[in-house]
């Protein structure tokens, strides 16, 4: 298995869930400092937990390192992408800069790994990757538009790879989160239906072994946003984050 952002807290918990009898491969920045992870992750059950540095911004690196990924410890089995940014919406609107930053790191990365790992995959003939999407991006906001757009742009890119992925062996699975109460959202007011990484990472396990195409966190999102895409626009653009 394979966590790319491997401080993430919902990339953590899915990894937990997942850990036992298994390789798990953790990418992130700072790769030497990721000893509690490493420990959570063994005391889970791992076979062996490698850490790796990994720099999602720098797309320019992204075929050497899965090129050596591959070369030193062979076949992957389950990708999860839990690497993002929420950026700060206020600075997004004055600063063009710190915008295409967090279109960069939620969107533009994004496509650049889904795209190398599902050739990967596809060589393979098998494997499994986790996309996270939101809420966020099934009708974007005024309140959080620069992140909401990101998003929307990478949950219309992994539904058509899904796609693009049908009868190859590979599956892909599209998850929803609502708000998640967490350490990105430390300080922020949690919006209806929110969840936790904890309710989040069982929700995706069980999508893939259910080899779902899409989950909802929680699952009720699901019927309230077909409503709210209904709703007219005047109304729309003053809902809050």
Not at 106 to 131: C, F, H, K, M, P
Not at 209 to 237: E, N, S, T, Y
């Amino acid at each position: 298995m394979l966590l790319l952002g491997g401080r993430s807290e919902i990339g953590l918990e899915v990894a937990r869930r997942l850990a036992r009898g298994q390789v798990v491969i953790l990418a992130a920045r700072r790769s030497d400092e990721l000893a509690e992870q490493v420990a959570t992750l063994t005391e889970a059950g791992a076979a062996q937990v490698h850490c790796v540095e990994f720099d999602a911004d720098d797309t320019a690196s992204h075929p050497a390192f899965f090129d050596k990924v591959v070369a030193e410890h062979g076949q992957l089995g389950v990708a999860v992408l839990a690497f993002g940014v929420l950026g700060d919406q206020a600075r997004a609107e004055q600063d063009p800069a710190h915008a295409l930053a967090v279109v960069h790191t939620d969107y533009a990365a994004q496509v650049s790994v889904l795209t190398i790992l599902a050739n990967l995959l596809r060589a393979q003939g098998e494997g499994q990757l986790v996309v996270f999407s939101s809420v966020a991006g099934a009708r974007v906001r005024r309140a959080n538009y620069v992140y909401g757009s990101a998003k929307a742009g990478l949950d219309g890119f992994a539904s058509g790879l899904a796609d693009a992925l049908h009868g190859s062996g590979v599956h892909l699975l599209l998850a929803r989160p609502g708000f998640v109460i967490g350490r990105m959202t430390e300080g922020m007011e949690p919006a209806p239906f929110s969840s936790t990484p904890d309710q989040v990472a069982a929700a995706v396990v069980k999508g893939l072994h259910k080899r779902a195409g899409v989950v909802w966190i929680p699952g009720i999102l699901r019927p309230v946003f077909f409503a709210m895409r209904l709703l007219p626009q005047a109304i729309w653009r003053r809902m809050p984050r």
